[in-house]
């Protein structure tokens, strides 16, 4: 069973890759490790006909990590994919991650080069404010996919790659992974090569979490006041807000990443759930906001 770690930042972009790399991938299952004891990436990604394996409420660099490896010798001992895909916590360091796979791989447990999304849009913002794990994440990934360049000029992607590609042993593909081609898909599944690994003595991530279910807007406009003044930190500040929720008789995906937020229909989705990740969030105001009807 070969192990491919995709890493990012909070919102950067992991599960909308992984929906892309399941047209590719044929034959894999999904680890993913939600911030909270919330499902809304099983939700997101139960189109991809994959088998997801969850671990909430915990990340698996540091109070999941005896669960971490437990759930990945089970998953290697019974269903034995060709493939198993791990998608961790936006507040994950990727090098403690593969420090715990480490003490598992055997015979039939191999670690692939690690993938990390990088958010084009964020980039500068989450090195100030996060550089430790932003840096953590990127030195310790084989491939650097940036996010969100689908109508990016090819001069600021190269700016932006300019950014990072000196300080990082592994490749940053200038291409969105969308323009991919076979040749693309199969060379981001390479070996593990442990040289350049950089070990973290970051201080472990911890963000506040609120989860909301069943949230319904009576219309698209309350919506979209609702997540203008969640953007603005009216309420906390906010640095992930990702979900379904209900609008009149549609169903609705949420995305907030940093002040930035989206609205695309979701009417091929039916569970509904609303997670915001943040700091110093106040949630009286916020289980106000999700009740409005």
Not at 34 to 51: E, H, P, Q
Not at 81 to 90: H, K
Not at 234 to 262: E, H, M, P
């Amino acid at each position: 069973m070969d192990i491919l770690l995709l890493s990012g930042f909070l919102g950067a972009g992991k599960t909308t890759f992984l929906q892309h790399l399941g047209k590719h991938l044929p034959d894999y299952c999904i680890l993913e490790n939600d911030y909270a004891k919330a499902n809304v990436d099983r939700t997101l990604l139960s189109k991809t006909n994959k088998d997801i394996y969850s671990l909430e409420d915990g990340c698996i660099c540091c109070s999941k990590q005896t669960d971490f490896a437990d759930s990945v010798l089970t998953i290697s001992g019974t269903v034995d994919p060709p493939y198993l895909v791990i998608e961790p916590t936006g507040l994950g360091y990727l090098s403690k991650i593969i420090e715990n796979i480490k003490p598992i791989q055997y015979d039939n447990i191999h670690l692939l080069d690690p993938i990390t999304i990088v958010d084009y849009f964020t980039i500068d913002e989450t090195i100030k404010k996060y550089g430790d794990l932003f840096w953590d994440q990127v030195k310790n990934a084989g491939h650097i996919l940036l996010s969100k360049t689908e109508h990016v000029s090819s001069e600021n992607i190269d700016k932006a790659i300019g950014k990072i590609a000196p300080h990082i042993r592994g490749r940053v593909y200038k291409d969105h992974y969308s323009f991919f081609s076979k040749e693309d898909w199969n060379q981001i599944l390479t070996p593990y090569d442990p040289q350049g690994f950089i070990s973290s003595n970051g201080p472990n991530m911890s963000m506040e979490t609120l989860v909301f279910e069943n949230v319904v807007f009576h219309d698209f406009q309350a919506l979209g006041v609702t997540l203008q003044a969640i953007s603005e930190n009216r309420f906390g500040t906010v640095i992930r807000g990702k979900g379904l929720c209900k609008v009149a008789s549609y169903i609705a995906k949420i995305d907030l990443v940093q002040g930035k937020w989206n609205i695309t229909p979701a009417d091929d989705l039916e569970e509904t759930q609303l997670v915001f990740v943040g700091e110093n969030l106040d949630k009286n105001a916020f289980s106000i906001l999700m009740q409005r009807k």
